[in-house]
T-cell receptor, first 112, second 111 residues
Framework: GAGVSQSPSNKVTEKGKDVELRCDPI?????LYWYRQSLGQGLEFLIY????????KSGLPSDRFSAERTGGSVSTLTIQRTQQEDSAVYLC??????????FGPGTRLTVT | KQEVTQIPAALSVPEGENLVLNCSFT??????LQWFRQDPGKGLTSLLL?????REQTSGRLNASLDKSSGRSTLYIAASQPGDSATYLC??????????FGTGTKLQVIP
């Protein structure tokens, strides 16, 4: 079946602009995660959605970052007033069972 | 707080060699453990998932073992190939519905 998809695959934006990154999880997966991976670094947890429950936003680095998940499926991560330190690969994962994750190909964000 | 360590950080081997990657975690009360590979600039591909009740899982040339009591897992790759070159990550539960990832082992298989 179809895996997790993310769009765009690459995004170049100017400092100060807003960007939206999209994640389409595996059909039927109730859990969805966003991570950030800076160059040469490990995965940094950003936010977690589970069904209709309130999301766990504990990993969002600042109030410039927000995410929503519509209809329990597609999720959008929004970064407002982008900064150069936001440049990274943003990864989305979905899950149907506890602690078992399947990742999308990621969105490479470059802030110039 | 769950901490995950992977040793070695980098490994270079000639093609055809068998190799072992190590993953250690501090909190042994885990639900499962998952091994991933990551190609440069790409997402993570799930390789193997071991449930806490299992001791090992196999997929093709890959075999992953789990020793919960000692907080260790190993990923064994048989007859390595250049296409195996990637970064290998292990992941274990670390908090409610959260997963803690190791920092990875970067593998290079030399033709």
């Amino acid at each position: 079946g179809a895996g997790v998809s993310q769009s765009p695959s690459n995004k170049v934006t100017e400092k100060g602009k807003d960007v939206e990154l999209r994640c389409d999880p595996i059909s039927g997966h109730t859990a969805l995660y966003w991570y950030r991976q800076s160059l040469g670094q490990g995965l940094e947890f950003l936010i977690y959605f589970q069904g209709n429950s309130a999301p766990d936003k504990s990993g969002l680095p600042s109030d410039r970052f927000s995410a929503e998940r519509t209809g329990g499926s597609v999720s959008t991560l929004t970064i407002q007033r982008t900064q150069q330190e936001d440049s990274a690969v943003y990864l989305c994962a979905s899950s149907s069972r506890p602690y078992e994750q399947y990742f999308g190909p990621g969105t490479r964000l470059t802030v110039t | 707080k769950q901490e995950v360590t992977q040793i070695p950080a980098a490994l270079s081997v000639p093609e055809g060699e068998n190799l072992v990657l190590n993953c250690s975690f501090t909190d042994s009360a885990i639900y499962n453990l998952q091994w991933f590979r990551q190609d440069p600039g790409k997402g993570l591909t799930s390789l193997l998932l071991i449930q806490s009740s299992q001791r090992e899982q196999t997929s093709g040339r890959l075999n992953a073992s789990l020793d919960k009591s000692s907080g260790r897992s190993t990923l064994y790759i048989a007859a390595s190939q250049p296409g195996d070159s990637a970064t290998y990550l292990c992941a274990v539960p670390g908090g409610y519905q959260k997963v803690t990832f190791g920092t990875g082992t970067k593998l290079q298989v030399i033709p």
